[in-house]
Nanobody
Framework: RFSCRRLGGGLVQPGGSLRLSCVAS????????IGWFRQAPGREREGVSC????????NYADSVKGRFSISRDDAKNTMYLQMNSLKPEDTAVYFC???????????????????WGKGTLVTVSS
């Protein structure tokens, strides 16, 4: 059964940086699709960044391109989201997710991540 130990999150000033970590157990991230999602108050959950397994591509929401970076450390079975130049509109609960399917395409709405971590709150405010 998938679970993840969340690290990072909290309060940061606009323009600051945070790194979210998801230390996974119960699943190997190495060959899986991985992604980060967020849900702001009163809004629907949205995709932030995702790595597909069908072609290995990395995708970012337009709102975070150039500021956020997704990565993983296979030796530590951990996925990361580095967030730079944070803005108040980045305030949200952030979720990590993964899916073992080898044909997972993050750009295709048919594909929904199978395994989800619990969210961690990121607040960007002065």
């Amino acid at each position: 059964r998938f679970s993840c130990r969340r690290l990072g999150g909290g309060l940061v000033q606009p323009g600051g940086s945070l790194r979210l970590s998801c230390v996974a157990s119960g699943l190997t991230l190495r060959y899986a699709a991985i992604g980060w999602f967020r849900q702001a108050p009163g809004r629907e959950r949205e995709g932030v960044s995702c790595i597909s397994t069908n072609d290995g591509s990395t995708n970012y929401a337009d709102s975070v391109k150039g500021r956020f970076s997704i990565s993983r450390d296979d030796a530590k079975n951990t996925m990361y989201l580095q967030m730079n130049s944070l803005k108040p509109e980045d305030t949200a609960v952030y979720f990590c997710a993964t899916d073992p399917r080898h044909d997972f395409d993050c750009r295709d709405p048919y594909y929904i991540m199978k395994h989800w971590g619990k969210g961690t709150l990121v607040t960007v405010s002065s």
